[in-house]
Protein backbone atom coordinates (compact mmCIF):
# COMPACT_ATOMS: atom_id res chain seq x y z
CA UNK A 1 0.00 0.00 0.00
CA UNK A 2 1.88 3.29 -0.95
CA UNK A 3 0.53 5.15 2.02
CA UNK A 4 3.44 7.72 1.45
CA UNK A 5 1.28 9.55 -1.48
CA UNK A 6 0.03 12.62 -0.01
CA UNK A 7 -3.17 12.30 -1.60
CA UNK A 8 -4.71 9.11 0.34
CA UNK A 9 -7.27 9.05 3.28
CA UNK A 10 -8.39 6.71 6.18
CA UNK A 11 -11.90 5.81 5.32
CA UNK A 12 -14.60 8.00 6.80
CA UNK A 13 -17.72 7.09 8.17
CA UNK A 14 -20.74 8.49 9.00
CA UNK A 15 -22.29 10.00 12.05
CA UNK A 16 -24.70 7.25 12.05
CA UNK A 17 -22.03 4.49 11.31
CA UNK A 18 -20.33 5.69 14.44
CA UNK A 19 -23.01 5.23 16.68
CA UNK A 20 -23.22 1.70 15.08
CA UNK A 21 -19.61 1.04 16.02
CA UNK A 22 -20.16 2.50 19.62
CA UNK A 23 -22.94 0.46 20.47
CA UNK A 24 -20.54 -2.68 19.65
CA UNK A 25 -17.69 -1.08 21.44
CA UNK A 26 -19.81 -0.44 24.74
CA UNK A 27 -20.14 -4.86 24.17
CA UNK A 28 -17.13 -5.39 24.17
CA UNK A 29 -16.67 -2.38 27.13
CA UNK A 30 -19.11 -4.45 28.59
CA UNK A 31 -17.18 -7.63 28.64
CA UNK A 32 -13.72 -6.78 29.79
CA UNK A 33 -15.49 -5.16 32.98
CA UNK A 34 -16.89 -8.36 34.01
CA UNK A 35 -13.84 -10.53 32.66
CA UNK A 36 -11.67 -8.40 35.55
CA UNK A 37 -14.52 -8.85 38.18
CA UNK A 38 -14.42 -12.62 37.22
CA UNK A 39 -10.55 -12.46 37.47
CA UNK A 40 -9.57 -13.98 40.80
CA UNK A 41 -6.40 -16.30 42.12
CA UNK A 42 -7.48 -19.85 40.86
CA UNK A 43 -9.42 -18.85 37.90
CA UNK A 44 -8.38 -20.42 34.79
CA UNK A 45 -8.45 -17.92 31.65
CA UNK A 46 -10.46 -20.34 30.19
CA UNK A 47 -13.63 -19.38 32.55
CA UNK A 48 -12.49 -15.95 31.24
CA UNK A 49 -12.92 -16.41 28.13
CA UNK A 50 -15.94 -18.20 28.77
CA UNK A 51 -16.97 -14.86 30.57
CA UNK A 52 -16.71 -12.76 27.86
CA UNK A 53 -18.52 -14.75 25.51
CA UNK A 54 -21.38 -15.22 27.60
CA UNK A 55 -21.57 -11.55 27.98
CA UNK A 56 -21.13 -10.57 24.29
CA UNK A 57 -24.00 -13.14 23.19
CA UNK A 58 -26.70 -12.10 25.46
CA UNK A 59 -25.69 -8.63 23.82
CA UNK A 60 -27.12 -10.22 21.03
CA UNK A 61 -23.62 -9.89 19.20
CA UNK A 62 -20.79 -12.54 18.29
CA UNK A 63 -17.20 -12.43 19.52
CA UNK A 64 -14.94 -10.99 17.10
CA UNK A 65 -12.27 -13.07 17.98
CA UNK A 66 -13.43 -16.63 17.73
CA UNK A 67 -12.75 -18.44 14.88
CA UNK A 68 -10.86 -15.19 13.34
CA UNK A 69 -7.88 -16.65 10.71
CA UNK A 70 -8.55 -19.82 13.29
CA UNK A 71 -8.28 -18.50 16.52
CA UNK A 72 -9.87 -20.86 19.00
CA UNK A 73 -11.52 -18.33 21.71
CA UNK A 74 -13.40 -15.19 22.72
CA UNK A 75 -10.43 -13.05 23.47
CA UNK A 76 -6.67 -13.14 23.93
CA UNK A 77 -5.61 -13.40 27.55
CA UNK A 78 -1.66 -12.56 28.27
CA UNK A 79 -0.52 -13.15 31.42
CA UNK A 80 3.17 -11.64 32.23
CA UNK A 81 5.04 -11.84 30.06
CA UNK A 82 2.60 -12.95 27.16
CA UNK A 83 2.36 -9.28 25.28
CA UNK A 84 -0.76 -10.00 23.01
CA UNK A 85 -2.43 -13.19 21.59
CA UNK A 86 -2.38 -15.44 24.99
CA UNK A 87 -4.86 -17.99 24.11
CA UNK A 88 -7.34 -18.82 27.11
CA UNK A 89 -7.00 -22.84 28.46
CA UNK A 90 -7.66 -24.12 31.81
CA UNK A 91 -3.67 -24.89 32.16
CA UNK A 92 -3.30 -21.09 32.88
CA UNK A 93 -4.17 -20.51 36.46
CA UNK A 94 -4.34 -17.23 37.66
CA UNK A 95 -2.23 -15.85 41.19
CA UNK A 96 -1.88 -13.41 43.22
CA UNK A 97 0.06 -10.75 41.31
CA UNK A 98 -0.72 -11.69 37.79
CA UNK A 99 -0.28 -8.75 35.38
CA UNK A 100 -3.29 -9.75 33.10
CA UNK A 101 -3.86 -7.98 29.35
CA UNK A 102 -7.76 -8.78 27.94
CA UNK A 103 -7.93 -7.84 24.03
CA UNK A 104 -11.52 -8.29 23.00
CA UNK A 105 -13.88 -7.76 19.98
CA UNK A 106 -17.67 -7.71 18.98
CA UNK A 107 -19.34 -7.55 15.70
CA UNK A 108 -23.21 -6.00 16.13
CA UNK A 109 -24.73 -5.44 12.88
CA UNK A 110 -21.93 -5.75 11.24
CA UNK A 111 -19.84 -3.32 12.84
CA UNK A 112 -17.09 -4.01 15.16
CA UNK A 113 -15.80 -3.02 18.17
CA UNK A 114 -12.17 -3.65 19.78
CA UNK A 115 -10.50 -2.86 22.82
CA UNK A 116 -7.81 -4.17 25.34
CA UNK A 117 -6.98 -3.24 28.66
CA UNK A 118 -4.26 -5.24 31.24
CA UNK A 119 -4.90 -4.78 35.19
CA UNK A 120 -3.67 -7.17 38.34
CA UNK A 121 -5.21 -10.12 39.52
CA UNK A 122 -5.01 -8.99 43.35
CA UNK A 123 -1.70 -6.86 44.37
CA UNK A 124 0.75 -6.09 41.82
CA UNK A 125 4.43 -4.94 42.37
CA UNK A 126 5.28 -1.36 42.46
CA UNK A 127 7.16 -1.81 39.03
CA UNK A 128 4.80 -3.58 37.43
CA UNK A 129 2.04 -1.09 38.17
CA UNK A 130 3.82 1.40 36.88
CA UNK A 131 4.59 0.07 33.74
CA UNK A 132 0.57 -0.68 33.45
CA UNK A 133 -0.06 2.82 34.51
CA UNK A 134 2.04 4.03 32.31
CA UNK A 135 0.51 2.04 29.05
CA UNK A 136 -3.02 3.17 30.01
CA UNK A 137 -1.65 7.31 30.27
CA UNK A 138 0.62 6.43 26.70
CA UNK A 139 -2.82 5.26 25.32
CA UNK A 140 -4.95 8.21 26.37
CA UNK A 141 -1.77 10.59 25.13
CA UNK A 142 -1.55 9.23 21.46
CA UNK A 143 -4.84 9.11 20.92
CA UNK A 144 -5.06 12.99 21.48
CA UNK A 145 -3.96 12.94 18.10
CA UNK A 146 -6.81 11.02 16.56
CA UNK A 147 -8.15 14.13 14.74
CA UNK A 148 -9.00 15.65 11.27
CA UNK A 149 -6.45 17.07 9.08
CA UNK A 150 -3.77 15.12 10.94
CA UNK A 151 -1.52 12.03 9.63
CA UNK A 152 -1.07 8.46 10.30
CA UNK A 153 1.62 8.73 11.78
CA UNK A 154 1.22 12.00 14.17
CA UNK A 155 -0.29 9.15 15.84
CA UNK A 156 2.80 6.94 15.97
CA UNK A 157 4.61 9.92 16.86
CA UNK A 158 2.19 10.73 20.12
CA UNK A 159 2.33 7.21 21.03
CA UNK A 160 6.35 7.37 20.98
CA UNK A 161 6.89 10.50 22.81
CA UNK A 162 4.40 10.09 25.48
CA UNK A 163 6.57 6.42 26.06
CA UNK A 164 8.99 8.95 26.73
CA UNK A 165 7.54 11.23 28.88
CA UNK A 166 5.83 8.19 30.36
CA UNK A 167 9.22 6.78 31.86
CA UNK A 168 9.85 9.74 33.43
CA UNK A 169 6.66 10.67 35.10
CA UNK A 170 6.32 7.39 36.18
CA UNK A 171 9.97 6.17 37.05
CA UNK A 172 10.01 2.93 35.21
CA UNK A 173 12.00 1.47 31.40
CA UNK A 174 9.88 1.25 29.14
CA UNK A 175 9.91 -0.63 26.00
CA UNK A 176 7.90 -0.32 22.70
CA UNK A 177 6.87 -4.02 21.34
CA UNK A 178 8.60 -4.25 17.91
CA UNK A 179 6.26 -5.56 15.30
CA UNK A 180 2.93 -5.54 16.78
CA UNK A 181 0.42 -1.82 16.79
CA UNK A 182 -3.01 -1.14 15.73
CA UNK A 183 -5.27 -0.77 12.61
CA UNK A 184 -8.13 0.21 10.78
CA UNK A 185 -11.13 -1.41 11.55
CA UNK A 186 -14.86 -0.85 10.81
CA UNK A 187 -16.85 -3.87 9.08
CA UNK A 188 -13.95 -6.10 9.79
CA UNK A 189 -11.42 -6.19 13.05
CA UNK A 190 -8.28 -5.18 10.92
CA UNK A 191 -8.26 -3.37 8.18
CA UNK A 192 -5.76 -0.78 6.26
CA UNK A 193 -3.98 1.45 7.49
CA UNK A 194 -1.21 -0.75 9.94
CA UNK A 195 -0.71 2.07 13.01
CA UNK A 196 3.12 1.47 14.16
CA UNK A 197 3.30 2.68 17.94
CA UNK A 198 6.46 4.87 17.31
CA UNK A 199 7.60 6.82 14.59
CA UNK A 200 7.92 9.99 12.52
CA UNK A 201 5.26 12.22 12.40
CA UNK A 202 3.75 14.09 9.45
CA UNK A 203 3.64 10.56 6.62
CA UNK A 204 0.98 8.11 5.66
CA UNK A 205 -2.86 8.45 4.86
CA UNK A 206 -4.77 11.14 6.13
CA UNK A 207 -7.25 11.52 9.13
CA UNK A 208 -10.74 12.64 7.95
CA UNK A 209 -13.77 13.25 10.28
CA UNK A 210 -15.21 10.01 10.89
CA UNK A 211 -11.83 8.28 10.16
CA UNK A 212 -11.72 5.32 12.99
CA UNK A 213 -8.73 3.34 14.28
CA UNK A 214 -8.04 0.76 16.99
CA UNK A 215 -4.80 2.65 18.66
CA UNK A 216 -2.52 -0.21 21.28
CA UNK A 217 0.52 1.00 22.85
CA UNK A 218 2.08 -2.60 24.55
CA UNK A 219 5.09 -1.64 26.13
CA UNK A 220 7.10 -3.98 28.54
CA UNK A 221 9.78 -3.57 31.18
CA UNK A 222 12.70 -5.18 29.58
CA UNK A 223 12.97 -5.73 25.47
CA UNK A 224 11.17 -4.51 22.46
CA UNK A 225 12.31 -7.98 21.19
CA UNK A 226 9.69 -10.91 21.12
CA UNK A 227 8.93 -14.12 19.74
CA UNK A 228 5.56 -16.25 18.53
CA UNK A 229 5.26 -19.52 20.57
CA UNK A 230 4.75 -22.69 18.75
CA UNK A 231 0.96 -22.41 18.90
CA UNK A 232 1.34 -19.69 16.28
CA UNK A 233 -0.33 -17.33 18.06
CA UNK A 234 1.08 -16.53 21.45
CA UNK A 235 3.82 -13.54 21.56
CA UNK A 236 5.98 -13.16 24.57
CA UNK A 237 8.95 -10.67 25.50
CA UNK A 238 12.24 -12.94 24.61
CA UNK A 239 13.77 -12.15 27.93
CA UNK A 240 10.49 -13.12 30.12
CA UNK A 241 10.13 -9.37 31.30
CA UNK A 242 6.52 -7.87 32.10
CA UNK A 243 4.07 -6.77 29.03
CA UNK A 244 1.35 -4.19 29.30
CA UNK A 245 -1.76 -3.38 26.40
CA UNK A 246 -4.14 -1.21 26.62
CA UNK A 247 -6.95 -0.59 23.47
CA UNK A 248 -9.34 1.74 22.29
CA UNK A 249 -11.52 2.26 19.13
CA UNK A 250 -11.27 5.77 18.30
CA UNK A 251 -13.03 8.10 15.59
CA UNK A 252 -11.50 11.27 14.63
CA UNK A 253 -14.35 13.82 14.89
CA UNK A 254 -14.64 17.68 14.59
CA UNK A 255 -15.04 17.34 18.32
CA UNK A 256 -12.09 15.75 19.20
CA UNK A 257 -11.40 12.23 19.72
CA UNK A 258 -14.38 10.15 20.12
CA UNK A 259 -13.78 6.55 22.14
CA UNK A 260 -16.34 4.64 20.64
CA UNK A 261 -15.50 1.27 23.46
CA UNK A 262 -15.99 3.32 26.98
CA UNK A 263 -16.41 0.91 29.88
Given at each position: ????????????????????????G????????????A???????????Q?????I????????F???E?????????????????????????????????????????????????????????????????????????????????R???????????T???????????????????????H???????????????????I????????????????????????D?T??????????????????????P??????
Amino acid sequence: MAFHRRTKKIIARTPGELDAMQVAGEIVGAALKAVRAAAAPGVTTLELDQVAEDTIRQAGAYPTFKGYEGFPASICASVNEVIVHGIPTVDVVLCDGDLVSIDCGATLDGWVGDSAWSFGVGELTPEANALNEATEWVLHEGMKAMIPDNRLTDVSAALEQATYRAEEKFGVNLYIVDGYGGHGIGHEMHEEPYLSNEGKAGRGPLIQEGSVLAIEPMLTLGTEDNAVLEDDWTVVTLDGSLASHWEHTVAATAHGPRILTRR
